[in-house]
Nanobody, 125 residues
Framework: QVQLVESGGGLVQAGGSLRLSCASSGRTFSSNAMGWFRQAPGKEREFVAATSWSGNTTYYADSVKSRFTISRDNTKNTLYLQMDRPKAEGTAVYYC??????????????????WGQGTQVTVSS
């Protein structure tokens, strides 16, 4: 079983920076592909970024490419999302999600098996 706990959310100004963290209690973290998704009020949860278990392969939504960076530290069982120059439309609850061990990295939320409780990010314009 994998338990995920996000942290680091809060209020940030558009054009500022914020870093989200996701701590995993799973023993297989170093072999889990991981992703960040977000859900704004009244909208579906959408893909933000994903990384392979090694961190060598990363995917980004077009809306955040070149501004957000996903990374991981397998020695600390922690996933990160560095958010630079966020935009007001990025206000949402951000979720960390994990695939089953040894599954490939994916942009599709339906392929993720575990997720945390989310952390609120509010971007002020």
């Amino acid at each position: 079983q994998v338990q995920l706990v996000e942290s680091g959310g809060g209020l940030v100004q558009a054009g500022g920076s914020l870093r989200l963290s996701c701590a995993s209690s799973g023993r297989t973290f170093s072999s889990n592909a991981m992703g960040w998704f977000r859900q704004a009020p009244g909208k579906e949860r959408e893909f933000v970024a994903a990384t392979s278990w090694s961190g060598n392969t990363t995917y980004y939504a077009d809306s955040v490419k070149s501004r957000f960076t996903i990374s991981r530290d397998n020695t600390k069982n922690t996933l990160y999302l560095q958010m630079d120059r966020p935009k007001a439309e990025g206000t949402a609850v951000y979720y960390c999600e994990a695939r089953q061990a040894e599954a490939a990295v994916s942009r599709a939320r339906s392929e993720y098996d575990y997720w945390g409780q989310g952390t609120q990010v509010t971007v002020s314009s």
